[in-house]
């Protein structure tokens, strides 16, 4: 038996079973200690007033080419086999942003994608909104996004030491608005950074920068 299963399985045995009347032992839903609850409230009434069609959300995520799925579907009785690369190679990052509507702008919503070989760091971020993601956006849309340290520009900072992100987006006749530190909001995010990255995976257009 596992330290935590036999540590959980003790402490069931130690409770008073009056105290256990009606209760069963379950695995925890851990969640961030972090969470704001005004923060969050503060960011659902900002949502709330901007129309979702003008609504951005842009992130990025990090692979490598053997990344793959350990489950899939396969004919009963018979192995389910893949091919994929023993070697794990280099990292890869794809940084993306999709519209809030589908198919608002091409079939899964996805506005502008790059990838590149390594981390995003802050100045690939101000490419990617100079070049890619604000010249077909409408004046007055909202990006959002989440507080990742290359999305911010550090209090009391200059351009140079924090990036001109919001200066940048500003300048696009566009606005930010920042997701509230660990949201449970950033779940779109997933979803549609994890289309960037199978369009990542299956288009050779996109740019390696």
């Keep these: 038996m596992a330290t935590t299963q036999r540590q959980s399985y003790l402490y069931f045995c130690a409770a008073p079973q009056s105290a256990l009347a009606g209760l069963l032992l379950q695995k925890k839903s851990r969640i961030a200690a972090e969470r704001d609850p005004k923060k969050r409230a503060a960011f659902q009434e900002a949502i709330e007033q901007v129309d979702p069609k003008d609504l951005v959300f842009l992130d990025e995520c990090g692979f490598f080419l053997a990344l793959h799925l350990l489950y899939g579907w396969g004919p009963a009785k018979e192995r389910l086999v893949e091919a994929v690369p023993s070697q794990r190679g280099k990292n890869l990052s794809v940084l993306c942003g999709a519209s809030a509507t589908v198919g608002s702008l091409d079939a899964q919503g996805m506005v502008a994608i790059t990838s590149k070989e390594g981390a995003i760091k802050r100045v690939d971020l101000e ?48 606005s930010l608005l920042y997701l509230p530190p660990y949201s449970p909001f950033s779940g779109f995010f997933s979803h549609r950074t994890g289309l960037g990255l199978d369009q990542a995976l299956g288009s050779s257009s996109v740019s390696a920068r």
């Design 127 to 174: 490419t990617f909104l100079r070049e890619d993601l604000l010249p077909p956006l409408l004046p007055g849309s909202v990006l959002v996004l989440d507080n990742a340290r290359i999305h911010r520009v550090a209090r009391g900072a200059t351009d140079h030491q924090g990036g001109n992100i919001e200066k940048i987006v500003s300048e696009a006749g566009c």
